[in-house]
């Protein structure tokens, strides 16, 4: 196996890892039980992406959690339910809903966000300033170049008759 071979799947390995961590119900449980509320991961990723992202339709909202809008809309049910978002009118189509964080939502994903900062930083508490940095711009450039931000478009095919 050539040496770049072996660095990919080492890489693969890792990266399974870091996702494992990152989605661990586990861990989501117990950042749950720190700042007192019970919202399962669903949810919490939701309104983070809410939080990050600013105000969204279902759809922009779904996409950008990469799943499916009727699965979704259940779960932004129980985040409106819970008065953690709110659903509004689309300035352009009175069909359409935007959703956004309301104040105790905000203040929510700001705790669950904080939380995992700090469980992220006791983790990583042997690490420099620096280390910190430099692991954080690989994983940007990492992030960019799986998702295919970082590169060109592909060019058109000529188009045949």
């Given at each position: 196996?050539?040496?770049?071979?072996?660095?990919?799947?080492?890489?693969?390995?890792?990266?399974?890892?870091?996702?494992?961590?990152?989605?661990?119900?586990r861990?989501?449980?117990?950042?749950?039980?720190?700042?007192?509320?019970?919202?399962p991961?669903?949810?919490?990723?939701?309104?983070?992406?809410?939080?990050?992202?600013?105000?969204?339709?279902?759809?922009d909202l779904?996409?950008?959690?990469?799943?499916?809008?009727?699965?979704?809309?259940?779960?932004?049910?129980?985040?409106?339910?819970?008065?953690?978002?709110?659903?509004?009118?689309?300035?352009?189509?009175?069909?359409?809903?935007?959703?956004?964080?309301?104040?105790?939502?905000?203040?929510?994903?700001?705790?669950?966000?904080?939380?995992?900062?700090?469980?992220?930083?006791?983790?990583?508490?042997?690490?420099s300033?620096?280390?910190?940095?430099?692991?954080?711009?690989?994983?940007?450039?990492?992030?960019?170049?799986?998702?295919?931000?970082?590169q060109?478009?592909?060019?058109?095919?000529?188009?045949?008759?």
């Amino acid at each position: 196996m050539s040496t770049r071979a072996a660095s990919l799947e080492e890489l693969h390995r890792q990266l399974e890892a870091v996702v494992g961590f990152a989605g661990d119900p586990r861990a989501h449980a117990w950042m749950a039980d720190r700042v007192g509320i019970s919202l399962p991961r669903s949810q919490a990723t939701a309104l983070w992406s809410l939080q990050a992202h600013g105000p969204l339709r279902l759809a922009d909202l779904a996409g950008l959690l990469d799943v499916d809008a009727s699965n979704l809309s259940r779960t932004v049910t129980a985040l409106v339910d819970a008065g953690l978002v709110a659903r509004s009118e689309d300035g352009g189509d009175r069909r359409a809903r935007v959703l956004s964080l309301t104040a105790p939502g905000r203040k929510v994903g700001a705790r669950l966000r904080a939380e995992w900062a700090a469980a992220l930083g006791a983790r990583l508490s042997g690490w420099s300033d620096k280390e910190l940095a430099g692991a954080a711009a690989v994983l940007s450039r990492l992030t960019a170049s799986l998702s295919g931000a970082d590169q060109q478009p592909a060019p058109r095919a000529p188009r045949t008759r």
